[in-house]
């Protein structure tokens, strides 16, 4: 039996594929603007995104100080980011290097 106007299978799965892809990339797009506005001139040189996973944003910090003062302010910086993309349940600060 045929049907018509029926699309090839790879046709489908090439779409749904390229679907999720600009899902993903505007998603992180927005947190990326959302980081720019969020954090003062002086925070971004000590920070930047790191992933976003399962709910969780990830912030590298580049020093103890900045990390110590980050996760004093987390609950103000969260509510910021969820206006904006409410996906983020949780934020996690962690030290590292900031190419």
Request: aromatic share 10%.
């Amino acid at each position: 039996m045929k049907f018509k106007n029926m699309k090839p299978i790879k046709d489908v799965i090439s779409q749904v594929v390229e679907n999720l892809s600009l899902g993903k990339t505007d998603l992180y797009y927005k947190i990326q603007l959302l980081w720019e506005e969020v954090f003062s001139k002086e925070e971004k040189k000590h920070t930047t995104v790191r992933e976003f996973h399962e709910g969780t944003l990830t912030i590298q910090v580049d020093n103890s100080a900045y990390l110590f003062q980050m996760n004093l302010k987390r609950a103000k910086i969260l509510e910021r980011f969820q206006q904006g993309v409410p996906e983020i349940k949780t934020i996690l600060f962690k030290m590292g290097n900031i190419k």
